[in-house]
């Protein structure tokens, strides 16, 4: 790949091409043509698989690239497990409520008051960014809904299985609820006489304060521990009533996620003499700041660039704010009301430090310009003015809706490691009371994916057995990698997996029914499965 080098430029997500060579290389890892074999014979054993049905949140109903749609139905880890299950169950048939649109429907890029209904995104290799596609509103199901398999909506919190009329809050399920006034994704999925499921939440409990900046209150106070398992087990004892097998998945470690990781803190990169130009532009700044330090501790405040990486401008409202020391010099005569008001973006302002995470969401934003002008290059966000400052509003700024500090990403991994425990707890006390549950620990085999050491899977609460340090797993040959470059394994919303993210996650719960029950369902093909969408 050819090296990008502009000034003040930022490609946050250039990072996940850095392995690949040329476009050629790309297309032949991307799409590997495999030969068509002879299924291999298998087994259900005891098992029945002839209605299997699926509970989640986005993940198993196929959200990815910021969108459900057609293909990411068809390549959900649900579908993908029931096409197995046929091949040793002649009698299994899954109905998912088929969204029958190409590009979908996507919210965080569709202005609909301005009638811009964007699609799912792809990965433009010469823009090194997302782009969405032109995409359809959300229309109701016009299947039979008394057929459904597949219960997984978008959204779903656990707090939220049993809640009834959750259609009238929640579109994705609105479009398939029996009846979306009254109506429960428990209560729907319950009419179903089913033979074996499977049951993955919990995610969306940690996610939504991640996915805030950490905003709010944290996870476990929100939603706390007993109520989490409270809902759980009153979820799966209904489940398992009539005895039926099933298997849980726990919540995979969540500031891993590439949403959470490509975009480093230091994403920065100047020239020598862009980052000398930039430090005399700040000096007056950087005084007005150092004159504050009877006021409040200055030093995380400072701006100061070098040839290199450096780290983003943020507006932290977590800070002590400067507003009124910086009012009292222009009373006591040091400052002009002109330099005054020059000094409003910094008043709650800090370079981030190594260590903190900046979210996907902050791409978009960085190095453009925070008064609008693209006529004069001044106001770059994230490098002269921070990332969060609003020009049009500033008492409404907020930048940590688009960094963790460690504080917040210590309440995220406490939440998924406590919930994870009551997984576990929940799972252990059913079966010792008659159910027959298998738990897919999903953790292992993502640090392997994530190539974390020992110490950082200790660090995250995760367990270090898979923990090489070795970034990607190896199929055939090819090595897929935690994030959403061409041979990544997630979609280009960072969070959701891709089609063989799915093959992935498929194949560990085929490994946990044949290992419980001893069958021996054939596992999925996962390179024959589409990875990124990109276009050139």
């Known amino acids: 790949m050819k090296k990008l080098c502009k000034k003040l430029m930022i490609l946050p997500i250039s990072i996940l091409f850095m392995a690949c060579s040329t476009a050629d290389d790309l297309t032949e890892e991307w799409i590997k043509v495999r030969a068509i074999e002879t299924p291999k014979p298998g087994s259900a054993g005891s ?65 609909v008051a301005n009638n811009v209904i964007a699609g799912r995104t792809e990965l433009s290799l010469s823009l090194l960014a997302s782009v969405p596609t032109t995409g359809e509103l959300i229309t109701d199901f016009t299947g039979d809904k008394s057929t459904l398999n597949n219960f997984a909506v978008p959204g779903l919190r656990l707090a939220n299985l049993e809640t009834a009329g959750y259609g009238v809050r929640n579109a994705y399920f609105k479009r398939f609820a029996d009846d979306p006034s009254t109506s429960s994704v428990l209560g729907d999925a319950l009419e179903v006489d089913r033979s074996f499921f499977s049951f993955w939440l919990g995610s969306n409990d940690c996610l939504v304060y991640a996915r805030s900046g950490g905003q709010g209150e944290a996870p476990l106070v929100t939603y706390d521990e007993m109520a989490f398992g409270k809902a759980l087990s009153s979820a799966l004892g209904k489940l398992t009533a009539n005895k039926t097998h099933g298997v849980v998945l726990d919540i995979s470690p969540i500031v891993t996620l590439p949403f959470f990781q490509a975009v480093t803190w230091d994403a920065i990169e100047l020239d020598n003499a862009t980052a000398t130009r930039l430090n005399t532009s700040l000096e007056a700044v950087n005084g007005a700041i150092k004159a504050a330090a009877g006021f409040t501790d200055t030093n995380e405040r400072l701006i100061s660039y070098t040839a290199g990486a450096n780290p983003i401008l943020v507006h932290d409202e977590e800070l002590d704010d400067l507003g009124p020391f910086f009012d009292n010099l222009v009373t006591a005569g040091q400052l002009t009301m002109e330099q005054r008001a020059s000094l409003v973006p910094y008043e709650q302002s800090r370079p981030l430090v190594k260590g903190e ?21 001044n106001t770059p966000i994230g490098i002269v003015i921070p990332l969060g400052f609003s020009f049009m509003n500033p008492a409404n700024s ?49 640090v392997d994916v994530l190539g974390l050491d020992a110490a950082t899977a200790t660090k995250l609460l995760l367990p270090t057995g898979s923990a090489d340090g070795v970034q990607g ?38 490994d946990a029914i044949n290992a419980r029950w001893g069958s021996s369902i054939p596992k999925i093909d996962v390179l024959s499965l589409r990875g990124t969408i990109f276009q050139p």
């Open 473 to 510: 797993i190896d199929i055939e040959g090819i090595t897929l990698t935690p994030d959403f470059s061409p041979n990544g394994v997630f979609s280009t919303d960072g969070i959701h997996p891709n089609s063989r993210g799915h093959g992935i996650v498929a194949n560990l719960i085929i």
């Open 357 to 377: 995470l900046v979210l996907l969401s902050a791409a978009a934003l960085l190095n453009t310009e925070a008064d609008g002008d693209n006529t004069e290059r």
């Open 398 to 446: 907020n930048g940590d809706r688009y960094f963790l500090n460690t504080e917040e990403q210590s309440n995220i991994v406490t939440a998924r490691a406590t919930y994870n425990r009551v997984i576990s707890a929940t799972v252990n006390e059913l079966n010792n009371n008659g159910a027959d549950i298998a738990l897919v620990t999903i953790q292992p085999s993502l």
């Open 47 to 111: 098992l029945d698989f002839s209605n299997y049905i699926s509970i989640g949140n986005s993940i198993a109903a196929g959200f990815a690239d910021y969108a459900l749609y057609t293909e990411s139905q068809e390549n959900s880890f649900p579908n993908l497990l029931a096409g197995q299950f046929a091949m040793v169950d002649a009698n299994v048939v899954f109905n998912q409520p088929d969204i029958n649109s190409a590009n979908g429907f996507n919210s965080a890029f569709s202005t």
